[in-house]
């Protein structure tokens, strides 16, 4: 299954790698509830997977937020 990661900020794919279903379990993602996460995770019709995450870029030119 390949997983895909692009910025949720600017779309840049930040990296794409190909993943069994038993190594994207290991990594806390079940593909099978895929759709019950979608602000995260969506999977395409093909079977891929998008996780949405943030690139480097993204997280530099952010403000940083510090827990009080
Ligand atoms: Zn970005």
Do not use: H, N, W
């Not at 509830?33 to 997977?49: F, V």
Request: aromatic share 6%.
């Amino acid at each position: 299954m390949k997983v895909t990661y692009i910025c949720d900020c600017c779309g840049a794919i930040i990296g794409s790698l190909s993943l069994t279903e038993e190594e994207l379990r290991q990594m806390g993602v079940d593909p099978r509830a895929a759709e019950l996460d979608e602000a995260i995770i969506k999977s395409a019709p093909t079977g891929d997977l998008f996780i949405y995450s943030l690139c480097e870029t993204c997280v530099d030119s952010m403000p940083v937020f510090e827990a009080e």
